[in-house]
């Protein structure tokens, strides 16, 4: 593109190179709108003569249906689109969801010299109406072969970020203590409730049993049954890992366990399994504080069924350290 200054009589069609302001200081056109016969009457009523605009070329595309395209194929599930100024668009959850972020072919698109993106933290939880991402251009116009470039690579690899949706998720909490389980519920009710409302969940089975193999193996089956988006032990020891009572346990009930310990501070001590779809999560001492922890980190995931790896818990360590 050539920017260039014209007479206003010759700038319908071209783009605005700058922000025009009346002379109290209040906008009147900004940067990068397409200038039409109403806006040049407009700017000869203001008594401007001259404007700096410049045109699309051969092989260019405008900023704003650049980044229309690339929003497009960047995200899915539960979000909108919005149109911003100056070559942005903006995508907004529409539901309460989970967002999912490949972080790898983030950063692949980044390297492009058009196009960037910005989004929540993968596994962020968010609220409907509020924006995840944004798509901003170079200024005015990119090159239709970058363009055609990133949107083959958003096809092939699949999307960059998904807002998944969180709907009606179920809870269920299971509470242990060595000697009795409802000292436990008497010592972690109160923050697992402040913990679940930041979601806008509350508990919907809650049970107590006191921290031996057969009774926390008949606790977990009890809640299973109720088919939860994930079951939470609280129990008030640190175990040493899957051997210790709760890892038996949930051996013990056919669970895979997928991992244990977490790259994160609070929360290193934390246990992972699954009994078919459904996850259990160890995180001893995590119910002690309302303060972040691992498993503020791994509940917006699985309060959106989505299964959550070894790997990718592993991951969490760029940003593990919490407090």
């Not at 000292?183 to 679940?196: D, G, N, T, V, W």
């Not at 977490?262 to 995180?283: H, Q």
Request: proline fraction near 6%.
């Amino acid at each position: 593109m050539k920017a260039q200054t014209v007479g206003v009589k010759e700038s319908t069609g071209r783009i605005l190179c700058c922000t025009i302001f009346r002379p109290g200081g209040r906008k009147l056109l900004a940067k990068g709108h397409v200038l039409s016969e109403e806006d040049v009457r407009l700017l000869e009523t203001e008594g401007l003569g001259q404007v700096w605009v410049t045109e699309l070329e051969d092989g260019e595309v405008g900023e704003d249906d650049a980044v229309s395209q690339a929003a497009a194929e960047m995200g899915c599930g539960c979000l909108e689109i919005r149109l911003a100024a100056g070559g942005r668009a903006n995508l907004f959850a529409t539901e309460d969801c989970c967002v999912l972020v490949d972080e790898d072919l983030l950063k692949q698109i980044n390297c492009a010299a058009s196009i960037v993106i910005a989004t929540n933290v993968n596994f962020s939880f968010a609220r409907a109406g509020q924006r995840i991402a944004t798509v901003k251009s170079a200024p005015f116009a990119v090159p239709q072969s970058q363009l055609e470039a990133l949107i083959s690579i958003l096809r092939e690899r699949g999307p960059i970020l998904q807002a998944r949706p969180v709907r009606n998720p179920v809870i269920a909490v299971l509470y242990t203590d060595p000697v009795h389980g409802d000292r436990a519920k008497q010592l972690f009710e109160s923050i697992m409730r402040q913990r679940l409302e930041h979601f806008g969940i509350t508990p919907a089975f809650v049970l107590a049993a006191q921290e031996e193999e057969t009774a926390v193996a008949r606790g977990l089956q009890h809640l299973l049954r109720a088919k939860p988006a994930a079951i939470l032990v609280a129990s008030t020891t640190a175990p040493a890992g899957p051997d210790d009572v709760i890892g038996r346990s949930m051996t013990r009930i056919g669970c895979h366990l997928e991992r244990f310990l977490a790259p994160v501070e609070p929360g290193n001590l934390f246990l992972l399994g699954y009994k078919e779809e459904t996850p259990i999560v160890s995180a001893p001492g995590c119910f002690r504080s309302a303060k972040p922890n691992v498993v503020d980190l791994v509940l917006p995931p699985l309060l959106a069924r989505y299964r959550v790896s070894g790997w990718e818990v592993a991951c969490l360590g760029h940003g593990g350290l919490l407090g």
